[in-house]
């Protein structure tokens, strides 16, 4: 991976991190144009971020996983 790419991926990561889980995927699409290197890094970024992976398996005023009450 190069420089240019991961600085890259890093600002549309952080921008798609802004928006609710259910906007990420197509802001993503529209960003990253036709590098799918791109799209890929950032994917692989939001799966791997452990706040952003809480938000998208956690609904609002749901208990988190394993919470049985």
Request: aromatic letters at 4%; a negative charge.
């Amino acid at each position: 991976m190069n420089a240019k790419l991961y600085r890259a991926a890093c600002d549309l990561f952080h921008k798609a991190c802004a928006l609710p889980p259910e906007q990420r995927d197509g802001f993503i699409e529209r960003h990253s144009g036709d590098d799918r290197a791109l799209r890929a890094l950032v994917h692989e970024l939001l799966a791997n971020d452990p706040e952003r992976s809480q938000q998208a398996t956690t609904s609002p005023g749901s208990p988190p996983a394993g919470d049985d009450t």
